[in-house]
């Protein structure tokens, strides 16, 4: 029952029935004492009908208890099985990663123990895509580490296999989530086979959900067929989730809101797409997907963006990577942070019990101004990175009541420690570039925390009140107040400040806090300054590198390298001069087609495809093809150019490098003669040896049929002979039963004879009537054998002939008559009759037994297809002589043949009756004996209903 709902969901599309069937397999399934089956139905309804009336969540259960009772009920396949589907409905349904992680970890051991072949062919849509999300593989698109390579593993798991669609599942998915989409278009290529080999399970909505969001991301810029194309796709994958966000809304219709959206958005229809964009986010947010709603929201961000409204943009990207913070994918964050640097803002999150977010208080009276201002001063004259770092943990020490302070700041993705000082101290260590995590100095949970939330947290007694009180650092180092502060600037987390106190509690008191909270915007800005201060320095120290780099290239270089600004030559490198056989002065300020003929070899003018080809190479297309050049002698030589657009000092050129082809191209041209001659001298060797090995091969098997023909010839020799056996049994019966039934009549005739004789009452009749019979019954005796001897003559003559390969002339009429008595046991008790109309007196020297099979064939024939259907017939033998030859008209008026089975007839194996056991041999033998054996032709002539005409011509 249970398989039967699946395949009512799968290929009827009953989903209703479908889930009906599951249910009532439940129902036995519980009833009956046998954990094997519990564990197949638990696995098969959890996994491929449950999820399509129920939130996915509910899947995770019954994979549980499939897991279980496999276990328990050794169906070891099944718990291999539901061990898959619980990891991957997991991830599917948004479960932060590092539970997933846990999950995986728990399990695998045990799912290449139970089903290896489940572990291996679903491999890719669970492990890798995790550590992808984690940002544990080389890149965010792709799925290799060190332990797994997807070219390996497509090569081993080629299309169609289960393996290569897992693959294809999760590169679908993993391109889409990291907006990879022209890597993701021959994987969405094959999104409709996927779809349809997943039928049943969940990836099968997963699949369908990120095509359609590839194909709208990919519409733009595309064609306008790849549009069409496009848009068909999207169209398909939404008809689908319009049915199935009807049977399930908490599973699909997110979704389905979401590719509305990108269709509206990609058909220009924007209060649409800014509705259903709302809409999906809602629905995956009260559904728990976490999942899709950071990626709902990270799509609205980009239309907002492409509307120009960068504030709206913000708040979409908070949420998306606030979303994606819970979700705990390192590498979606990462990716988010990277792509809109000015745009992530603070994420908003509620505060936990025993935190204080600290807020702006209109009570200054209690704040030392002075203080504040000097330290705003202090701050905002330093610019060098360094100094600034100690000049402000020295502020911070001095005016927050710390014992010890961290300053933190956020570097290429990662949290590290830039200085850090004690009160006790005037030793400030700046740029120390310590990592937060596992650095053991600080409550790396506590920074984490306000990373996470870009909330202060001021705790008054670490290890009695509030919710890190079980926090490891706090345990081991009995801390009492800690303060840790993030410093934001325009909505950009810049630094953080962790402070302690161990000597005692509630060292942070409001005015200390107010004090941080009424510095900490220039701290943020001050920092934010100096960080680019120091990139500013690193980039122009790293551009005065580049163009020493450039320049000793420049001027090192082998090819010729040019550098062209509205539309002339500036620079030159001494290649140039080398190639061009000239001094630099007949190229610097001359345009590009000085270096050319007027005309290119494929006709184009130089000037004006060398002016398109720049423009091309200025508007970001670099260009790679082959030219003509000119020396300033006037000679040419062929070159392959690259062109491509660079910017120095904020000037644009159209950098040229000129590689002089000449000599390659010539040995090119030689080595292809030379190729081209050696391939027609191996094509003419491989044409001659395939020549005679075709001629070996035909001659094999004009032999191999010679044989098989000589065979087929003597086997129905063979029999027409075992016919002509059977007919001398049947016909000599007849004659000999008469004369022994005779000779029976006769001997007991005698013995009573006999009898009377010796008892002497013997009368005169009684003589008489003995006598009577006696003369009576040897007359009738000797007529029988005489017939038995003359029908035994005639079947010896007839056999001989058959098997014998010498000539003899035959009398035709009498040898006819003789062929036709060998054939009265297939005529006898018939209404078929045959007649001979043929001269005495016409002889022909022949192969009799030939003659004799050709006549049998024939006559067969007649019987078995001429006559087919019909209880009587005639046949009709005429025998006409010429002058060196005879004519032998053989006719029938039977059911004739078709015009278009005609030609055909004596071809080997053809017959119209092979299911009463023809084997279309029997006018195939006739034809090759009297065109072979006897040297004459045959041919017929017939007409449906109106029976065959056979006329054969045999040399006397």
Same mark, same amino acid.
């Given at each position: 029952?249970?398989?039967?709902?699946?395949?009512?969901?799968?290929?009827?599309?009953?989903?209703?029935?479908?889930?009906?069937?599951?249910?009532?397999?439940?129902?036995?399934?519980?009833?009956?004492?046998?954990?094997?089956?519990?564990?197949?139905?638990?696995?098969?309804?959890?996994?491929?009908?449950?999820?399509?009336?129920?939130?996915?969540?509910?899947?995770?259960?019954?994979?549980?208890?499939?897991?279980?009772?496999?276990?328990?009920?050794?169906?070891?396949?099944?718990?291999?099985?539901?061990?898959?589907?619980?990891?991957?409905?997991?991830?599917?349904?948004?479960?932060?990663?590092?539970?997933?992680?846990?999950?995986?970890?728990?399990?695998?051991?045990?799912?290449?123990?139970?089903?290896?072949?489940?572990?291996?062919?679903?491999?890719?849509?669970?492990?890798?895509?995790?550590?992808?999300?984690?940002?544990?593989?080389?890149?965010?698109?792709?799925?290799?580490?060190?332990?797994?390579?997807?070219?390996?593993?497509?090569?081993?798991?080629?299309?169609?296999?289960?393996?290569?669609?897992?693959?294809?599942?999760?590169?679908?998915?993993?391109?889409?989530?990291?907006?990879?989409?022209?890597?993701?278009?021959?994987?969405?290529?094959?999104?409709?086979?996927?779809?349809?080999?997943?039928?049943?399970?969940?990836?099968?909505?997963?699949?369908?959900?990120?095509?359609?969001?590839?194909?709208?991301?990919?519409?733009?810029?595309?064609?306008?067929?790849?549009?069409?194309?496009?848009?068909?796709?999207?169209?398909?994958?939404?008809?689908?989730?319009?049915?199935?966000?009807?049977?399930?809304?908490?599973?699909?219709?997110?979704?389905?809101?979401?590719?509305?959206?990108?269709?509206?958005?990609?058909?220009?229809?924007?209060?649409?797409?800014?509705?259903?964009?709302?809409?999906?986010?809602?629905?995956?947010?009260?559904?728990?997907?976490?999942?899709?709603?950071?990626?709902?929201?990270?799509?609205?961000?980009?239309?907002?963006?492409?509307?120009?409204?960068?504030?709206?943009?913000?708040?979409?990207?908070?949420?998306?990577?606030?979303?994606?913070?819970?979700?705990?994918?390192?590498?979606?964050?990462?990716?988010?942070?990277?792509?809109?640097?000015?745009?992530?803002?603070?994420?908003?999150?509620?505060?936990?019990?025993?935190?204080?977010?600290?807020?702006?208080?209109?009570?200054?009276?209690?704040?030392?101004?002075?203080?504040?201002?000097?330290?705003?001063?202090?701050?905002?004259?330093?610019?060098?990175?360094?100094?600034?770092?100690?000049?402000?943990?020295?502020?911070?020490?001095?005016?927050?009541?710390?014992?010890?302070?961290?300053?933190?700041?956020?570097?290429?993705?990662?949290?590290?420690?830039?200085?850090?000082?004690?009160?006790?101290?005037?030793?400030?260590?700046?740029?120390?570039?310590?990592?937060?995590?596992?650095?053991?100095?600080?409550?790396?949970?506590?920074?984490?925390?306000?990373?996470?939330?870009?909330?202060?947290?001021?705790?008054?007694?670490?290890?009695?009140?509030?919710?890190?009180?079980?926090?490891?650092?706090?345990?081991?180092?009995?801390?009492?107040?800690?303060?840790?502060?993030?410093?934001?600037?325009?909505?950009?987390?810049?630094?953080?400040?962790?402070?302690?106190?161990?000597?005692?509690?509630?060292?942070?008191?409001?005015?200390?806090?107010?004090?941080?909270?009424?510095?900490?915007?220039?701290?943020?800005?001050?920092?934010?300054?100096?960080?680019?201060?120091?990139?500013?320095?690193?980039?122009?120290?790293?551009?005065?590198?580049?163009?020493?780099?450039?320049?000793?290239?420049?001027?090192?270089?082998?090819?010729?390298?040019?550098?062209?600004?509205?539309?002339?030559?500036?620079?030159?490198?001494?290649?140039?001069?080398?190639?061009?056989?000239?001094?630099?002065?007949?190229?610097?300020?001359?345009?590009?087609?000085?270096?050319?003929?007027?005309?290119?070899?494929?006709?184009?003018?130089?000037?004006?495809?060398?002016?398109?080809?720049?423009?091309?190479?200025?508007?970001?297309?670099?260009?790679?093809?082959?030219?003509?050049?000119?020396?300033?002698?006037?000679?040419?030589?062929?070159?392959?150019?690259?062109?491509?657009?660079?910017?120095?000092?904020?000037?644009?050129?159209?950098?040229?490098?000129?590689?002089?082809?000449?000599?390659?191209?010539?040995?090119?041209?030689?080595?292809?003669?030379?190729?081209?001659?050696?391939?027609?001298?191996?094509?003419?060797? #491989?044409?001659?040896?395939?020549?005679?090995?075709? %001629?070996?091969? !035909?001659? /094999?098997?004009?032999? *191999? +049929? &010679?044989? $098989?023909?000589?065979?087929?010839?003597?086997?129905?020799?063979?029999?027409?002979?075992?016919?002509?056996?059977?007919?001398?049994?049947?016909?000599?019966?007849?004659?000999?039963?008469?004369?022994?039934?005779?000779?029976?009549?006769?001997?007991?005739?005698?013995?009573?004879?006999?009898?009377?004789?010796?008892?002497?009452?013997?009368?005169?009749?009684?003589?008489?009537?003995?006598?009577?019979?006696?003369?009576?019954?040897?007359?009738?005796?000797?007529?029988?054998?005489?017939?038995?001897?003359?029908?035994?003559?005639?079947?010896?003559?007839?056999?001989?002939?058959?098997?014998?390969?010498?000539? #003899?002339?035959?009398?035709?009429?009498?040898?006819? %008559?003789?062929? !036709?008595? /060998?054939?009265?046991? *297939? +005529? &006898?008790? $018939?209404?078929?009759?045959?007649?001979?109309?043929?001269?005495?007196?016409?002889?022909?020297?022949?192969?009799?037994?030939?003659?004799?099979?050709?006549?049998?064939?024939?006559?067969?024939?007649?019987?078995?297809?001429?006559?087919?259907?019909?209880?009587?017939?005639?046949?009709?033998?005429?025998?006409?002589?010429?002058?060196?030859?005879?004519?032998?008209?053989?006719?029938?008026?039977?059911?004739?043949?078709?015009?278009?089975?005609?030609?055909?007839?004596?071809?080997?194996?053809?017959?119209?009756?092979?299911?009463?056991?023809?084997?279309?041999?029997?006018?195939?033998?006739?034809?090759?004996?009297?065109?072979?054996?006897?040297?004459?032709?045959?041919?017929?002539?017939?007409?449906?209903?109106?029976?065959?005409?056979?006329?054969?011509?045999?040399?006397?």
């Amino acid at each position: 029952y249970s398989a039967y709902g699946v395949i009512c969901v799968s290929a009827l599309k009953d989903y209703n029935l479908g889930y009906r069937f599951g249910q009532l397999a439940l129902t036995l399934a519980d009833q009956f004492n046998d954990v094997g089956i519990r564990a197949q139905v638990y696995c098969m309804y959890g996994n491929h009908v449950h999820h399509w009336f129920h939130h996915q969540k509910e899947v995770l259960s019954y994979c549980q208890r499939s897991i279980e009772a496999g276990l328990e009920g050794g169906e070891l396949e099944y718990v291999g099985y539901s061990i898959y589907f619980l990891t991957l409905t997991s991830a599917q349904i948004g479960t932060p990663l590092d539970q997933q992680s846990e999950l995986v970890k728990r399990y695998k051991s045990l799912a290449q123990q139970t089903n290896p072949f489940a572990y291996e062919h679903s491999y890719p849509s669970v492990w890798p895509m995790l550590l992808n999300l984690l940002g544990q593989t080389q890149h965010w698109g792709t799925l290799d580490d060190d332990t797994f390579s997807e070219a390996t593993y497509a090569e081993q798991h080629p299309s169609p296999s289960s393996g290569y669609i897992s693959l294809n599942y999760a590169k679908i998915i993993n391109l889409n989530r990291f907006g990879l989409y022209e890597e993701a278009k021959p994987w969405l290529a094959q999104a409709e086979t996927v779809i349809t080999m997943f039928g049943s399970r969940a990836s099968a909505t997963e699949v369908s959900f990120h095509a359609a969001l590839l194909a709208s991301a990919l519409h733009e810029g595309a064609s306008e067929a790849e549009q069409a194309r496009y848009r068909e796709l999207i169209d398909k994958q939404l008809a689908r989730f319009e049915i199935w966000s009807t049977y399930c809304e908490a599973n699909c219709l997110h979704k389905k809101l979401l590719i509305q959206a990108e269709k509206a958005r990609i058909l220009g229809q924007h209060e649409e797409a800014m509705n259903w964009y709302d809409q999906a986010i809602a629905s995956a947010k009260q559904y728990e997907f976490t999942n899709n709603e950071a990626l709902a929201n990270e799509l609205a961000a980009k239309f907002w963006l492409k509307q120009n409204k960068p504030r709206f943009a913000a708040l979409y990207l908070r949420e998306a990577h606030y979303a994606y913070t819970l979700w705990g994918s390192l590498a979606k964050i990462k990716d988010l942070e990277q792509k809109y640097p000015q745009l992530t803002v603070t994420s908003t999150s509620p505060r936990s019990p025993g935190t204080t977010t600290t807020h702006s208080s209109t009570t200054g009276r209690d704040l030392d101004l002075a203080t504040v201002m000097k330290a705003n001063q202090a701050i905002s004259g330093e610019i060098v990175l360094e100094e600034l770092l100690i000049a402000l943990m020295k502020i911070i020490l001095q005016n927050a009541g710390a014992q010890t302070g961290y300053l933190i700041l956020v570097r290429q993705g990662e949290l590290v420690i830039e200085a850090s000082g004690t009160v006790d101290s005037e030793q400030i260590t700046g740029l120390q570039s310590i990592p937060v995590e596992n650095c053991q100095i600080l409550s790396e949970t506590i920074v984490n925390y306000v990373v996470r939330t870009k909330t202060s947290v001021v705790l008054e007694n670490a290890t009695q009140i509030g919710q890190f009180t079980h926090d490891a650092y706090i345990k081991q180092h009995q801390s009492k107040s800690i303060l840790c502060v993030p410093l934001i600037n325009q909505g950009k987390l810049v630094s953080i400040i962790y402070l302690e106190n161990n000597l005692t509690t509630g060292a942070f008191t409001p005015d200390r806090i107010e004090v941080l909270n009424l510095i900490s915007a220039q701290i943020a800005i001050s920092l934010e300054n100096a960080l680019l201060y120091k990139d500013l320095s690193q980039k122009n120290q790293m551009l005065r590198e580049s163009e020493h780099r450039f320049r000793t290239l420049f001027e090192s270089a082998n090819d010729a390298i040019l550098l062209i600004e509205q539309g002339k030559f500036v620079d030159c490198n001494p290649k140039t001069l080398e190639i061009f056989h000239c001094h630099r002065e007949w190229i610097i300020g001359q345009p590009p087609d000085i270096l050319s003929p007027p005309i290119q070899l494929d006709g184009q003018d130089s000037a004006t495809k060398a002016f398109h080809l720049i423009n091309a190479t200025l508007a970001g297309h670099p260009q790679v093809f082959e030219w003509v050049h000119l020396r300033e002698d006037g000679t040419s030589f062929d070159a392959e150019i690259s062109l491509n657009h660079v910017e120095i000092r904020e000037r644009v050129y159209v950098q040229v490098i000129i590689r002089d082809v000449s000599e390659r191209k010539q040995a090119e041209a030689t080595k292809i003669c030379l190729i081209q001659e050696q391939e027609e001298k191996q094509a003419a060797v #491989r044409y001659s040896q395939e020549i005679a090995a075709k %001629n070996t091969e !035909l001659a /094999s098997t004009l032999q *191999q +049929l &010679k044989e $098989t023909q000589h065979q087929l010839v003597e086997s129905e020799k063979m029999a027409a002979l075992g016919n002509l056996v059977a007919g001398v049994a049947h016909e000599i019966n007849t004659p000999v039963g008469i004369g022994v039934t005779a000779a029976t009549q006769l001997d007991d005739l005698t013995i009573e004879f006999a009898t009377l004789y010796k008892d002497g009452k013997m009368s005169r009749p009684d003589l008489e009537h003995y006598l009577n019979v006696a003369h009576q019954t040897s007359t009738l005796i000797l007529k029988n054998l005489i017939r038995a001897a003359e029908l035994t003559q005639s079947f010896k003559q007839v056999a001989v002939d058959q098997t014998s390969e010498q000539q #003899r002339t035959l009398v035709l009429q009498q040898y006819i %008559n003789e062929v !036709l008595v /060998s054939l009265r046991p *297939q +005529l &006898k008790n $018939t209404g078929y009759q045959v007649t001979v109309n043929c001269e005495e007196t016409i002889t022909c020297t022949t192969y009799p037994g030939a003659f004799s099979q050709i006549l049998t064939n024939l006559i067969m024939n007649s019987l078995q297809h001429g006559f087919q259907g019909r209880s009587e017939g005639q046949i009709t033998l005429t025998v006409i002589p010429q002058a060196s030859q005879v004519t032998l008209h053989y006719r029938d008026d039977g059911n004739g043949i078709a015009p278009d089975v005609i030609g055909k007839i004596f071809e080997p194996f053809f017959t119209t009756n092979r299911q009463s056991g023809g084997t279309g041999l029997g006018l195939h033998i006739v034809y090759n004996l009297v065109t072979h054996k006897l040297n004459g032709t045959i041919h017929c002539e017939s007409e449906l209903g109106k029976g065959v005409d056979f006329i054969l011509t045999l040399p006397v």
